[in-house]
């Protein structure tokens, strides 16, 4: 959990999730979400394949940190945590994340290296549902953004040629946020754009649980 593993080198972008509904509560499927991960070579002689850089958790609901672990990450990988909701099947394990990070800080994996701090992007209903946890663990966070539709963030930069910028769409899926003049809607989708170097912007959608 708290060792950092050697993946192929690049982007990759990981579903760890069985199935996206309630059903996941009542054990009848097996829940998850999804990993945005990119993993520099170290050395030649490590022929294409290095630790993780920036590593973007989205939407980890029901069973994530099982699954994430179960795939060879670690607490370590983790460089952003995205929520685009605030139904449980999106940010069920939320709190475990963080406690898992917090005790990273402790060194109670008897890490080899100081963790960095973690940037929390999440709508404005899964900001309101979770604000208390947020604070409770402010050390470990870098920054906490509530992501609004048309927003763009960057998460990563290197060397200012190499970029992850994440912009937040409008997303048509209630929640339970209480904000009358939205009616409710602060969902958002994620369209997360890939640069690397002068080679074309590469993009991947996440849209939620959009209409």
Known sequence: LYTQRVHDSGWHFVVLQ?????????????????????????????KGRGRIDV?????????????????????????????????????????SLVNLLVELKKNRGGTYRKPSKVEMLLSRGAFERLSSLIESARDVFRDTVVLEPGMKYDVWCRDGTSTLALQACHALHRDASDLSNREGFDSVGIIAEIRCGVGPVRSIGIPSDTK
Request: aromatic share 12%; charged share 20%.
């Open 55 to 95: 590593g973007v958790v989205i939407d980890p609901g029901y069973g994530f940190v099982k699954n994430f672990v179960s795939e060879g990450f670690g607490v370590l990988d983790i460089t952003a945590i995205v929520i685009t909701n605030d139904h449980p099947d999106h940010l069920a394990d939320v709190g």
């Open 18 to 46: 069985r199935w996206n509904s309630f059903t996941q509560a009542m054990r009848a499927s097996e829940g998850g979400g999804y990993f945005l991960f990119h993993s520099r070579e170290e050395d030649s002689a490590k």
